[in-house]
């Protein structure tokens, strides 16, 4: 079992910056997506991260603003949004699906393949 928790949102003008952090417990090794869910719509991908870090996809409206990245020491995912619009005001979600330590590339884009979220951290882009 994993528990995740997300912090780092907040109020922000548009063009700002922030960085959200999810904190993984447990062991394991874990595949981490971001997700996003804007009032009235269908939550949505956002960015993912393979196991050992070294693979990274990104939903095309975010290529180039946003970077996934992760510590797996610090057992701990972090979004970083540049230039944030307020159209992507949202509960900003954390999730991880547990894979193979020796399948540490691999991505995974589809919310119903992960196992585990996170209560979410809400993000607001005021313009």
């Known amino acids: 079992q994993v528990q995740l928790v997300e912090s780092g949102g907040g109020l922000v003008q548009a063009g700002g910056s922030l960085r959200l952090s999810c904190v993984a417990s447990?062991?394991?090794?874990?595949?981490m997506g971001w997700f996003r869910q804007a009032p009235g719509k269908e939550r949505e991908f956002g960015a993912a991260?393979?196991?050992?870090?070294?693979?990274?996809y990104y939903t095309d409206s975010v290529k180039g603003r946003f970077t996934i990245s992760r510590d797996n020491a610090k057992n701990t995912v972090y979004l970083q949004m540049n230039s944030l619009k307020p159209e992507e005001t949202a509960v900003y979600y954390c999730?991880?699906?547990?894979?193979?330590?020796?399948?540490?590339?691999?991505?995974?884009?589809?919310?119903?393949?992960?196992?585990?979220w996170g209560q979410g951290t809400q993000v607001t882009v005021s313009s």
């Open positions: 447990g062991r394991g090794s874990y595949a």
């Open positions: 999730a991880a699906r547990r894979v193979p330590s020796e399948v540490d590339d691999i991505v995974i884009i589809e919310a119903v393949e992960y196992d585990y």
């Open positions: 991260i393979s196991w050992n870090g070294s693979t990274t």
